[in-house]
């Protein structure tokens, strides 16, 4: 039997700062990961130059049943840290917007520094390999098809559902059910929106179309792009309400974010020009065409009254749209919930009831906003766990 301190399950932004840490601290790391390379979501993220953190990641960023739980790992190992282990391997970043930091080179860097690290530490990393079975007495005992492993400490840093073809899976739900750990219902999170087929002719045929706006719900703002889809909506804009949005809700967006819709329309009204002219200087001109399209078609400005373009302006500033669902985990970039915080310490990550067991990273019910957030939780979740694994 093999026997290790420390058995971590996932080989992805968390569980490697977990073993990193852990290595440091003189513990025997065995990493597991079931598919053929480690951070496979890490070479993806960004468009292959990895949106690894952002430069201001509070709580007030992460969506979860409880909004405190998430502070004490933000505080003690926040993006300034990842950012000091990014300038110690010398590895150049930029900021795109909104504090978003990307590699300047590949997001192949982060996962070499990671790799590179783990050596230092003694982490040992078993991937393509697939657990069987895991049970618990004095100490985990771990069934892989190279055999057992005995450990005194289990870290399930599996991740949750989303993106499946990169090997996605219900593992770390799996084994928080076995242990009789509360799961907060898994969903689809940063996922573009679907409609009903009713409705799809129009967003299908606005296809490529993006623009500025800003999506309300319940109190939530978001002001970024949004995309037209063959199947609805995308975009960061439609991205981040996503996460908070169930079904059957309205999402309200504002097509003029920076202008009064009213005001503008209001000022040319005695002019005889279409009134399609006047708003193609705001908006995209095959979106402008196509909601006139719906309407009936545009007329001159001035035979529309007061009225009319009271109501025009709402549409276009307060646009209310129910989306029929999601593209689903296949499109998704996150897992909204998973592990129940109220289950785990946010001191150490580990579970409260089970000693030795640890939960990290996505697979919690932690959920960061898109621009590097989720990443920061992986970094800082992984690293607390680390120290006492």
Aim: hydrophobic share 40%.
């Amino acid at each position: 039997m093999n026997k290790k301190d420390v058995v971590i399950v996932g080989g992805g932004a968390a569980g490697l700062m977990c073993a990193i840490e852990a290595g440091k601290r003189g513990r025997s790391v065995l990493l597991i990961e079931h598919n053929e390379k480690i951070g496979e979501k890490i070479r993806i993220s960004g468009g292959g130059r990895c949106n690894f953190t952002n430069l201001v990641a509070e709580s007030r960023n992460y969506i979860s049943r409880n909004p405190h739980f998430c502070k004490s790992a933000l505080a003690r190992y926040p993006s300034s840290s990842f950012i000091a282990l990014l300038e110690k391997h010398g590895i150049a970043f930029h900021e795109k917007k909104l504090g978003q930091l990307f590699c300047d080179g590949s997001s192949t860097q982060i996962i070499e520094l990671l790799l590179k690290e783990c050596r230092a530490a003694g982490v040992v990393i078993q991937t393509n390999t697939h657990i069987s079975s895991v049970d618990k007495t004095e100490t985990f005992s771990i069934d892989t098809p190279h055999g057992n492993i005995e450990a005194s400490s289990l870290v399930v840093a599996s991740g949750g559902l989303s993106i499946p073809k990169l090997g996605a899976s219900d593992f770390g739900y799996s084994i928080a059910r076995q242990f009789g750990i509360n799961i907060v219902n898994p969903k689809p999170g940063l996922v573009p929106l679907s409609f009903r087929p009713a409705d799809k002719k129009f967003f299908a045929s606005l296809s490529g179309v993006s623009l500025d706006a800003i999506a309300s719900l319940k109190g939530i703002d978001f002001h970024e792009h949004l995309l037209f889809t063959h199947h609805g909506l995308s975009g960061p804009v439609i991205l981040q309400i996503s996460s908070f949005w169930k079904k059957g809700e309205v999402i309200t967006l504002n097509l003029l974010p920076d202008q009064n819709a009213y005001k503008i329309l209001e000022s040319v009204r005695d002019s005889k020009s279409y009134l399609s002219t006047v708003l193609e200087r705001f908006l995209p001109k095959r979106f402008i065409q196509k909601w006139f399209e719906s309407q009936g078609g545009p007329l001159p400005i001035n035979r529309y009254s007061h009225k009319d373009l009271r109501e025009i302006s709402k549409g276009l500033s307060a646009w209310q749209i129910i989306p029929f669902g999601t593209e689903g985990y296949s499109k998704a970039e996150v897992t909204v919930g998973g592990i129940d915080t109220d289950e785990l310490s946010s001191k150490t990550m580990g579970t409260k009831r089970i000693p030795g067991l640890y939960f990290i990273g996505e697979v919690v019910d932690v959920t960061g906003w898109l621009g590097g957030y989720n990443f920061q939780w992986a970094w800082s979740s992984g690293w607390v766990a680390g120290q006492y694994v």
